[in-house]
């Protein structure tokens, strides 16, 4: 089975700042599907961005961009311009073959006003 | 659409008895999958269907545990008897297609289950 690992369990960044956060994965798949979800204290898991591993170029959703390096099997989320809304519990999700989501452990983002 | 939709949001019962946690998927999404999220687990996968029909079964913990879909907009996770271990957030989420096929699952507000 594929893992991720978010080594990070804990991140502050100040507000306006910006903020990257880790994730790894370790798959023997070429083509594969990574995602960030954040969960706010609502508990609802929102899709914050997607990335499809057979792309180069990496996505970006608004202040939200990724550092995908796909021989390292690194997929790291910046956050720029953080804002008080974005303190949250940030999951790294990773899509192959099997059907399954697997999911990191998640990085708890604090943000400092 | 409204999203994914649970019921309860939170649910609090005694030790031995049953629950039932409900899922209503996004219109159209042929895939629905239930987890359940714990401190020390994180987010397991416990079962996962196909246009009505269970797919993969091999999350769910043992066999009080049971998930049926009925209609492609109604689904069940029944625990019986419950168990304080089972105290855990229970999340249900759809996609269209497979998550092989790099669709986003989309998730409901979860059921905060606590067994006493």
């Known amino acids: 089975a594929q893992t991720v690992t978010q080594s990070q369990p804990e991140m502050s960044v100040q507000e306006a700042e910006t903020v990257t956060l880790s994730c790894t994965y370790d798959?023997?798949?070429?083509?594969?599907?990574l995602f960030w979800y954040k969960q706010p204290p609502s508990r609802q898991m929102i899709l914050v961005i997607r990335?499809?591993?057979?792309?180069?170029q990496n996505a970006t959703e608004n202040r939200f961009s990724v550092n995908f390096q796909k021989a390292a099997k690194s997929f790291s989320l910046k956050i720029s311009d953080s804002q008080l809304g974005d303190a949250a519990m940030y999951f790294c999700?990773?899509?192959?073959?099997?059907?399954?989501?697997?999911f990191g452990t998640g990085t708890s983002l604090t943000v400092i006003p | 659409d409204a999203g994914v939709i649970q019921s309860p949001r939170h649910e609090v019962t005694e030790m031995g008895q049953e629950v039932t946690l409900r899922c209503k998927p996004i219109s159209g999404h042929d895939y629905l999958f239930w987890y359940r999220q714990t401190m020390m687990r994180g987010l397991e996968l416990l079962i996962y269907f196909n246009n009505n029909v269970p797919i993969d079964d091999s999350g769910m913990p043992e066999d009080r545990f049971s998930a049926k879909m009925p209609n492609a907009s109604f689904s069940t996770l029944k625990i019986q008897p419950s168990e304080p271990r089972d105290s855990a957030v229970y999340f249900c989420?759809?996609?269209?297609?497979?998550?092989?096929?790099?669709?986003?699952?989309?998730f409901g507000p979860g059921t905060r289950l606590t067994v006493l």
């Open positions: 989420a759809s996609s269209l297609n497979p998550p092989g096929g790099g669709d986003t699952q989309y």
């Open positions: 798959t023997s798949e070429s083509d594969y599907y």
């Open positions: 990335q499809e591993a057979y792309k180069q």
């Open positions: 999700a990773y899509a192959g073959t099997g059907n399954q989501f697997y």
